[in-house]
Structure formats: structure tokens, C-alpha cells
């Protein structure tokens, strides 16, 4: 990966600034994290986080953890620690032997409650929530102290340690730290900093019942790890006042250096975990592997390449301002990636028969094809040319105009890696709908035989019909777009096109599941990871041939 870490120095954001300048000559003693909360799987928002973390760990020679904020209970579950583990290996990055949970550090965390009590920085709080919220104020106003604000420190220890202790229920009383209800930054005005909740952890089980809010938690959890950058989203920005409050009330040696930057959104798409959640739920798609969702596990499955997602990464870079990038730009990466890697085939989706009139009933020839125009190290294929084929039912047209360069009655087109063929006759049903057209193909003209008579504008792929083998493929498109007047994100109906009839020629039998093709003009195509078979094929469009991005 060095090559790619080279660039990201070329890009010179901000971030790296603020890091030559804090290390000057210790780079090297960089120390990130990524740090996510197991409550869902990661998505593609999130690899954009990773790239950035363990990027910069290795381009400085420093280090990068990987850390589970498992600080709520409610919402946390071991599936997602999997998932997340798995995906960002995937991606390519290595926490060695740095994997963290925030919950191993309750009891560390618990102290650092105790020590902020006994300083007379934090107190027990008979308020509810509610009554919490209506005392903050405003933006345009202060809040009001709580009445609980001066309990002495001999009072503020009993009762905390009585919250951990069981003796009281959800919500009863709060620990709140002691800093300015009148401080214009919200987040300061004695923020909550443990709750009681009597619900097991996923980790830790019945140990705790009060759990540290994340506010608390998370720079303490940077703390106690000794990062040195905590790159975060932007909004956390008002947070750091608090993250450096607790820090420096709690006199930590190494005092980690919040960094913001932009969220990563794409067009077209809701990336929040909720949402996704939501979706999986509901059973709106086909698990958090859907290849229609922007899940690791789901573009995963859709296809993508790692190199794909850590160039797009790369690409877009970082900035403080928020915005959206073109979906296009992704599918962009992923066509750069795979278009000199994986063989080009040639698949029929929507086939229409052709019958050569003039070409031997038992007849079959054997050619050979180039598997890949752009590498020739791919090597090249043999495939079988007989009499009936099928071709792409939207490379004919009955009524051709000028500029139509494909096969029409009377006019020629070549095969690829075949021969020139012409249309004499098509046959319908009686409905009108065409299942037939009769052609007729000129022996001379065969692929590679330095044929020079005449030319013909197009160049048309085609399969066996004798050979072919059937397939499923699946075409899809993002799970929202964006209303006709441009306002909001409603659902895409036709996100997901399942063709049943599709053929491809028979060197496709080799494939596996998660083996990548380009099917010739359709597209990037993969074997799906959960339901190809042998005796089952289905392949996933990757992305589309066109683009919309120019670099
Ligand atoms: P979501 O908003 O999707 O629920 P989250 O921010 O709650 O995500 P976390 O597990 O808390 O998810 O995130 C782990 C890290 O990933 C955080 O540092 C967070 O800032 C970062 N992150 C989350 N979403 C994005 C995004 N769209 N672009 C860049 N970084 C992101
Ligand atoms: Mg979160």
C-alpha cells in the first residue's frame, strides 16, 4: 500500500498539517484509532474513516487501533463486532494486536468519576431527563443550576457508589460533572456523564448497571490509549471544549488532539446506520449484504474491490465542508480497478435466436478470443461458432435508422471474433413480438483472417445457443433517488432487475462465487457469495460500462 500512503502526503490536507506540526520529528509516534460503536455494520461512510486512521499510521510508521465505543447497551451486539472486524480487514488494514472495547475501561472510567467527585468537578443528580433538558437553556440563554448542584463531596460518593450498586432504578438519578450552566457552548453546562440502566452488556453482561455516556467515555477511552490524534466528524466539533475539560481535569500525560473533518455522503443515497438497520429489519432487502446497500458487506457483495474503495477514499480526500459526492465517482474506482483485471466474456441478457441459413446444420468451429484487449497477459479463450445463436434482442431493429450500426434487415454486422452476418428474414409470433431472424454469414470474412473486401460499422457479441449456458443476473440501481423536484430522496421501485433468461457462453462454467467478469457492453459482473451455485448461476452487475464521471 505504500504507493497509495505516498499520495495521500501529495494531497497536504489539513490534517496532515496539524500532525507535522504537533510531532515534528516523531512522526512516527502518530497513534490513531478507529473507533466504532458495534450497532450496526460498517458502511461506506465509515471506510472512509478507516482509510484516513490507519492511513495516516502508516505513512508516519505509527500506529492505529481499533477500538469498540460499546458504551450503550441497548443497541450493542457481538454480530457487529464480527462484521466490523471483518470488513476492515478487507479493506486491507491490520490492528495487530490493538483491538480495544470501551467497556474493558469501566472500571477505569468509574475512577475518573470518582476523581472528578472528589475535586468537587461532579455530583449525583436527583433530576429526571426531562427536567434535565428544561433546565439547559438555550442558545440565547442560560441554563439553571440543579438544586442536586451542591451536595457535598462526602454525600456525591455515597450515592454514586450506591448507583453502582443497584440500590436505585433507571433514570432515578443521574452523575453529572460541575462545570458552567452558563456557557454559551450547551455541551458544557454539567452534562450528564453516567446513567443508570439495569440492562446487560454484551460484553461485561450483569457487572454494570450505571454506564458512562459517551461524551465522558470516549475522550477517556483516547486517553487511556495514549492517542495522540483523534480524527472525528465535524459534528463533534463543540464537544472538544468537554473532551479537553475531562482531560485536563483528569491531568492525563498525553493529551489526545481532537481532529474534525467532513462526512463523507453520496448522491442518491442514505448512509446512516439507522437507516440501513431500518431496512434489514423491515426485510426491505436481502440482509446487511444487500448488494444494493452501501454496507462493506453489501458493495462487497455487489463486487467492489478494496482497491476500488481505498482509491475512492483517496480521491475525494478530506475537507471541514460539508458535501455530497457523485455515486459516480465511486463506480468510477471500480471500473479503473477491475477493467485490466478480469477476463471479458460475452453474455447475452435479453437474447433474441439467430439461425445462419447458410451455415452446416452439425457444423461447429472453434475460435479464439482475446480475454482481455487491455492485457494481454490475460491470455485468450476458445468458443464455438454453429449455426443457431443468440444475440442481444436491442442489437436488431426491424425499421433501422441511419446511425443504427448493429443488425437490421439487409445490412451486415460483424460477430465478434466471427463473421460478418446479414439479416434475410424474422420471424414473429402472433403476437408480433420477433422469436427468430434468419441470416445468412459471408465464409471470407472470418475474425483475423486479414480480410480487407469490405467493412462494417458495428461489432455485435453473440453466444451458442447449443452451448450457452443460462443464467440469473441481477441488475441494480441505488435503493433511493432524488424526487423529479429535486427535494428530497424517495424510493426507488426499480432498484433491483432480476433477468432469468440471460445466456453466456461457456467458459463462465469455471467461474466461483465472488469471481469478477466484464460481460462485453453490459457491464462489470460478479458470481454472487451467497446464492451462486454450479448449477445455479447468478451474477451481480458490479456497475455499469457508461460513465457519467470524467476524472
Ligand atoms: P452513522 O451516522 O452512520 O450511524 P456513526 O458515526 O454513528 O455512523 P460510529 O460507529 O460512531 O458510527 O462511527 C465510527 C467512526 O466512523 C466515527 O469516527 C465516525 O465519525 C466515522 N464516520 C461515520 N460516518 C461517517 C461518514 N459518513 N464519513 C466519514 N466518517 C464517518
Ligand atoms: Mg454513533
Known sequence: MENENNNLAQTGNFIHSYIQEDLKDNLNKIHTRFPPEPNGYLHIGHAKSICLNFGLADYYGGKCNLRFDDTNPAKEDDEFVRSIKEDIAWLGFDW??????????????????VTLIKKGKAFVCDLTGEEIREKRGSLNSPGEESPYRNRSIEENLDLFERMRKGEFKDGEKTLRAKIDMASPNINMRDPVIYRIAHIPHHKTGDKWCIYPMYDFAHPLEDAFEEITHSICTMEFEDHRPLYNWFINELDFKIKPRQIE???????????????????????????????RLVTLSGIRRRGYTPEAIRNFCQMVGVSKASSIVDTAQLEYCIREDLKAKVNVVMAVLDPIKVVITNYPEDKEETLVIENNPENENLGSREVTFCRELYIEREDFLEDAPKKFFRLSVGKEVRLKGAYFIMCNEVIKDENGNIIELRCTYDPETKSGSGFTGRKVKGTIHWVSAKHAVKSTVNLYDSLVKMSEDEKELIENENSLVILNNAYIEPSILSANKMDRFQFIRNGYFVADSKHFEKDNLIFNRIVSLKSSFKP
Open 261 to 291: 473533518f467532513a462526512k463523507l455522503n453520496l448522491s442518491n443515497t442514505i448512509m446512516g446506520k439507522r437507516y440501513l438497520r431500518q431496512l434489514v429489519e423491515e426485510g426491505k432487502v436481502d440482509g446487511w449484504d444487500d448488494p
Open 96 to 113: 495487530e494486536d490493538r483491538l480495544y472495547f470501551a467497556s474493558s475501561y469501566f472500571e477505569k472510567m468509574y475512577e475518573c468519576a
